[in-house]
């Protein structure tokens, strides 16, 4: 058996649990209807992908150049 079942067994529920996660996301997604984008899952990607790219919109974290001071 050897090491090799575990490296199969690992990605087994590595691609198991992005998938369940994803059609949680997807499905949550859908909940929200119909928008400015399109509605399916090719928007679903695109948001996602904007989304995981961009980061989050409400984060309190601010960056050195965007601070206002004199």
């Keep these: 058996m050897g090491p090799r079942i575990f ?11 992005v998938g369940v996660l994803a059609a949680r996301d997807y499905r949550q997604w ?9 509605w399916g899952l090719r928007g ?6 904007l989304r995981l790219t ?3 919109p409400l984060g309190a974290a601010i960056s050195a150049g965007d601070r206002n001071t004199p």
């Excluded at 490296?7 to 649990?17: D, I, N, P, Y």
């Excluded at 859908?30 to 399109?38: R, W």
């Design 54 to 56: 961009m980061g989050d």
């Design 30 to 38: 859908k909940a929200l209807g119909e928008g400015g984008i399109p």
């Design 7 to 17: 490296v199969a067994a690992g990605l087994a529920v590595t691609a198991t649990s």
């Design 44 to 49: 679903w990607m695109r948001v996602t992908r």
